[in-house]
């Protein structure tokens, strides 16, 4: 394959994804909390699945920061 | 400014937590190591891998997102969605995000949608309006 196929290839990859998720990544986003609102608790295990964290649990004590993401 | 570098500042003031969920780029989803997005993938995200498929457990992500905290050595600790992405989806986090949460647990700051968005910088900027507020 040439390099100019493979680069098209690649191309037609991405947009294929992005007209598939970005649909769904929207309606997410409207449902999702805003400035003002309480935010949705939630309890969740560490890497080890031994030690949790509750979203609550630093009400009135630190703000929380949360930062969302994976490693790919 | 860096999320290492809001980690060093703030962590006495704001617990910061990083919520590890659903893969944004596996091998077997949206992968972005072909030709095209290999070198374009390096050069915005130098850190990220580009060599995982996507955990099918919440043991394989539980392991990558150990691998990954190990890696990038954020200073934050991690905290693993389970497998039905309940808390991705209810922040619609996916494929990055930031938020601010006040002492009353209410939105502070609810950053846009990544990668785009996601702006330490911003978050940064609420943090200091919002300790200013509680001061």
Known sequence: MTIISELVNDAKFIIQHRRRIMPIQKKLDRQAPKAGDLAPDFTLADSSGTETVTLSQFRGIKPVALVFGSYT | ?135
């Open chain 2, 1 to 135: 400014m860096r999320l290492h570098e809001l980690y060093e500042h703030y962590h006495d003031q704001v617990q910061l937590l990083s919520i590890y969920i659903r893969e944004a780029h596996p091998i077997d989803g949206w992968w972005l190591g072909r030709r095209l997005t290999r070198g374009l993938f390096r050069v915005y995200a130098p850190k990220a891998s580009m060599e995982h498929y996507d955990p099918k457990t919440i043991e394989e992500r539980r392991a990558v997102a150990g691998e990954c905290e190990t890696a990038l050595q954020y200073g934050i600790r991690t905290y693993v969605d389970e497998m039905d992405d309940h808390v991705n989806n209810t922040y619609a986090a996916w494929p990055t995000r930031l938020y601010l949460i006040g002492l009353d647990g209410h939105v502070v700051y609810a950053g846009g949608l990544g990668p785009y968005d996601f702006k330490p910088a911003k978050l940064k900027a609420a943090i200091d309006d919002y300790l200013k507020q509680v001061a």
